[in-house]
């Protein structure tokens, strides 16, 4: 049976239907068929307002392809005979393909509990039944028979296509396109029309069909041509729609993208600014209930905002300040709106402590006026708080103290420029009525014009500034018209804005301090005594006269004196004395100098000038000498007239130094060459002197070298006998080794004499070598006699020279008495007389003699030699080089030699280098001699052979012949 049916539906389409309109057929039912489901996809996605007219579109659409699909497969019918259709059942047709499709639409996605098999057997049904009714109103010339088994077979052909088409459709909803359903459903109205079709079978009859309402083929072929046409246009309709909503989605999509991203933007900004916000936002319902507060809560207070609603905030407050907080709250609150919540109070931290925060908050209110939120801010002011309570505290302790001292207390208040006084501001400057307060600018006015400027910008800057605290000095004028040194301090203090609202302080009135320090000043400048400016203040004007001077392209010139024989005064009548010669020379030096000029004192007696905006010519002594004018006057001391002089040294700038210390090294060393020439004498620098210096220097680095090489040796002359011609001793002189120049005499060094360290070095190197020298000899049993060492005014300054040398005589075994002590008549004067007086008293009591060196050549005088044990003289060998022609000096060494017999002292001749002079100094009595002509001074070693020689002749150049001459 199965295989009949087929053949029967393949004959039928082979040989009763027209092949290409059959391709044309499936075309057509496949395109309505998509449109079909399009709707319905459409309607199943569409809002439940719109779903309905798209189903029900769906389901028109769908009655109409159905029909159509019918009609245009008839006109590919070919029964053989002629075909008309009844209108009024192609009508009925339509109507129930259009209505049952609908409801199954409906029925399979209307809503959540949609049905989607169920509609697609109804869309089945309708397709049944649009068929059948379509095949009832067939009218042919011949008589129709049905197959019931292929009618049966295409009704659930029809059924199951369509039930399987709204399934798929239903969980294929995600495709743009249902083209599978479509498909599906497309098979179910072919396969239900061509098996229905293949069931009918006419055979043809005699006779005629009536026109009336039925239609022919042409009518059916503009009906279908129409129904296409329709169904085309609503494709297009539904692509145009499709394209126009793609492009608004588009659109939309790209809208909301951008809305979504401004809208977590927003969120995010708000919830950072709510996190990271310093202020705990805090929100409130009309009636003054908490309803919402910001996160930052838990972290300071310790519990969760919920803990904060309604009136829980007021659990985190100290105590003292809720009823407070609660009156202001509730009286915010009952102006409804109209207030504003400003207020402060403690909270309670997380812990356990309290900080001082600030709460604000304003009402939102709608367009009746009634408030719909309150919108609050927590703000933490306790550094602000703390610093206020601190400053009332300072206050209050500031004027109790202002009470026990002379501070002007003052409140200036920033937005009304009054300024309120102390009491102090009557007693200090003399002003009562400022006690009921002033304006700003009557403070100005009184400070110093000076001052004012420099004031007025100084607080503008502060005000500008974040700063909260200044100072300052200035100038006041007091009451009666006098000007007082202030010392302003204030404080400011700022809102929370930073703005300042008020600025409090004290006047301190330090006119007598800035009168000390003007002292202090002055003194750190100038020397008390003489009130002449001092070093410091002679630097300083001598830089402002170089700079003056290169200016004007001039020389500057510098004078540097020193009061003759100041020491001497100084000890012989005392330091009152002296401070009168001191200041007796600088009045008469400022009467002279020229103006413009400073005279400073640098220091014990010695004075300097300076003469700024000389010409070079100006360079000459006549210049320093009437600075000096009337210097020579007496000065009365102790009922003493007394007679001054000073030396003077003098250079010019730029000539004689580039700069402050070069120029006074130059007048310094100019002053050193005035005072060799004698009291009362000028010099000016000249290059000679500076090589002077530095030939002294060399000196002193040669000495010191030469001590710490171990080079200083004593070369020994000896001292003859001039009665029996015997050596009876000898000098030990100095003598050192130049690296390169070999054996040098003491002139080489003679500056490191004068120089008090290492002339006491050079004294000690000499002692240290003679006695070692004679302890060997007198070990050797050699007989050295008295061997003599010269000793210098740095030796005695010590105070220790005696002990020295006993010390070390001691320590090398020698007896004294084998030790002699030359001394120049030098170390008699000044201050040295007594220690010298001591140490030789020591030594002779010792038995050390002493020799009085280059006698009458020095400033010794016949006191001297009473005052001071003398046990020879030494006559200088200028007296004795001239012997015997010049009569004068023989004269005058008779005289020594008679004096010294008389007094009973030794002497000895220095100098003797011929024979005739031994002879004339015998006869007139003289007990030793030493000079070339008895030896040369020779080094230790030779002296030791000289000893041993048992013939006391040792040839012309060593020691004359032992006879009396």
């Known amino acids: 049976m199965r295989s009949l049916h087929m053949r029967r539906i393949y004959s039928s389409l082979v040989t009763e239907h027209d092949p290409k309109l059959l391709v044309l057929v499936a075309g057509l039912c496949l395109f309505a068929s998509l449109t079909s489901l399009v709707l319905a996809q459409r309607g199943r996605a569409a809002v439940p307002e719109k779903r309905t007219q798209w189903l029900v579109s769906a389901g028109v659409v769908t009655g109409i392809s159905i029909w159509v699909t019918h009609f245009a497969a008839m006109l590919a019918y070919q029964p053989g005979v002629e075909v008309r259709f009844d209108g009024r059942m192609a009508i009925l047709s339509v109507v129930l393909a259009c209505g049952i499709a609908t409801l199954g639409w409906m029925i399979a996605f209307r809503n959540s509990a949609s049905r989607p098999m169920v509609g697609g057997l109804l869309v089945g049904l309708a397709l049944a039944l649009s068929h059948f009714c379509d095949m009832a109103a067939l009218r042919v010339a011949g008589e129709v028979t049905y197959d019931k088994g292929l009618i049966a077979s295409s009704i659930a052909g029809g059924f199951l296509l369509c039930a399987a088409s709204a399934r ?84 939309d999509h790209e809208r909301l993208q951008d809305v979504v991203l401004a809208l977590r933007q927003s969120e995010e900004h708000h919830r950072f600014s709510i996190e990271l916000n310093p202020q705990i936002p805090w929100l409130a319902e009309p009636d003054g209930r908490i309803s919402e507060v910001g996160p930052r809560w838990l972290e300071i207070v310790g519990l969760p905002p919920s803990a904060a609603l309604g009136e829980g905030w007021l659990q985190a407050l100290h105590p003292e300040d809720v009823p407070g907080i609660v009156k202001v ?81 003052w409140d200036w208040s920033h937005d009304s420029d009054e300024v309120r006084w102390g009491d102090a501001i009557e007693t200090g400057l003399g002003y009562p009525e400022a006690k009921a307060g002033t304006t700003l600018q009557w403070w100005i006015d009184l400070i110093h014009p000076a001052d004012r400027d420099r004031l007025v910008t100084m607080a503008e800057e502060v005000i500008r500034s974040t700063s909260t605290q200044w100072s300052a000095e200035y100038r006041v004028r007091a009451a009666d018209g006098t000007y007082l040194n202030i010392l302003s301090r204030g404080h400011m203090i700022r809102n929370s804005e930073g703005v300042p609202v008020r600025s409090v302080g004290a006047l301190l009135d330090i006119t007598a301090i800035k009168r000390v320090e003007e002292n202090l000043r002055w003194a750190a400048h100038h020397d008390p005594m003489t009130r002449l400016p001092n070093r410091a203040l002679f630097a300083e004007r001598l830089q402002a006269a170089f700079a003056e001077a290169e200016t004007s392209r001039l020389c500057v010139g510098l004078v540097t004196l020193d009061v003759d024989r100041f020491k001497s005064l100084n000890d012989s009548m005392g330091h009152g004395a002296g401070d009168a010669v001191l200041q007796a020379v600088s009045e008469r030096l400022l009467h002279n100098v020229p103006d413009g000029a400073t005279v400073a004192r640098l220091g014990g007696d010695e004075f300097a000038v300076i003469l700024p905006g000389l010409r070079p010519e100006d360079a000459r002594v006549e210049t320093v000498e009437r600075i000096l004018i009337d210097m020579g006057a007496p000065v009365a001391l102790q009922g003493r007239s007394v007679t001054l002089s000073l030396s003077a040294g003098a250079a010019m700038w730029p000539t004689d130094g580039v700069d402050a210390e070069d120029l006074l090294k130059s007048a310094d060393l100019a002053l050193y060459a005035a005072k060799a020439v004698g009291p009362g004498a000028i010099r000016g620098f000249k290059p000679a002197m500076r090589a002077e210096v530095e030939r002294q220097t060399t000196m002193l680095r ?98 220790d020279f005696a002990e020295r040398i006993l010390k070390k005589l001691q320590a090398a075994g020698v007896e004294p008495s084998r030790l002699e002590l030359e001394v120049t008549e030098t170390v008699f004067l000044g201050k040295l007389a007594v220690p010298v007086e001591r140490a030789l008293q020591t030594l002779s009591d010792a038995g050390v003699t002493v020799a009085l060196d280059d006698f009458g050549t020095g400033y010794a005088s016949l006191t001297h ?101």
């Open 865 to 965: 030699l009473q005052q001071f044990p003398v046990h020879t003289l030494k006559i200088d060998r200028s007296f004795i080089s001239r012997l015997p022609s010049q009569k004068n000096d023989a004269m005058i060494v008779g005289a020594v030699i008679d004096l010294a017999q008389r007094l009973g002292k030794t002497t000895v001749a220095e100098g003797i280098e011929t024979e005739r002079q031994a002879r004339q100094l015998a006869e007139q009595g003289c007990d030793f001699g030493q000079g070339y002509f008895f030896g040369r001074a020779v080094e230790a070693s030779r002296i030791e052979s000289m000893l041993r020689q048992s013939d006391p002749r040792f040839g012309r150049n060593d020691v004359a012949s032992a006879q009396p001459w």
């Open 168 to 251: 798929l459709l239903a969980t294929r909803s995600l495709f743009p396109l249902p083209v599978v359903p479509a498909l599906v459903l497309a098979s179910g109205i072919l396969v239900l029309h061509f098996v229905a079709m293949s069931a009918v079978s006419i055979v043809p009859t005699e006779g005629t069909l009536t026109d009336g309402l039925s239609l022919g083929m042409r009518e059916v072929s503009s009906i279908v041509i129409i129904a296409a046409v329709a169904m085309l246009s609503i494709a297009m309709g539904i692509a145009y729609y499709d394209r126009r909503i793609a492009e608004l989605t588009a659109q």
């Open 329 to 409: 709250w509730q009286g915010v609150i009952a102006s409804a709106g109209a207030l504003h919540l400003d207020a402060r109070y403690r909270v309670k931290q997380r812990d356990g402590t309290y900080r001082w925060y600030r709460a604000r908050a304003q009402a939102r209110r709608d367009q009746q006026g009634a408030v719909v939120k309150w919108y609050g801010t927590l703000e933490d002011i306790h550094e602000q708080v703390v610093a206020e309570i601190a400053l009332r505290e300072s206050e209050e302790r500031y004027r109790l103290a202002s009470r026990a001292t002379k501070d002007i207390i």
């Open 702 to 799: 040669h000495a010191r070298q030469a001590l710490a090489d171990d080079r200083v040796v004593p070369f020994y002359q000896p001292k003859v006998c001039l009665r029996t011609g015997s050596v009876v001793g000898f000098e030990a002189l100095l003598r050192w080794h130049h690296h390169r120049q070999g054996l040098m005499p003491p002139s080489t060094i003679s500056a490191a004499f004068e120089d008090p360290e290492l002339s006491v070095e050079l004294t000690n190197r000499m002692l240290d070598r003679v006695l070692g020298d004679v302890a060997r000899w007198i070990d050797k049993g050699l007989d050295p006699g008295r061997v003599a060492v010269n000793g210098a005014a740095g030796d005695f300054a010590r105070n």
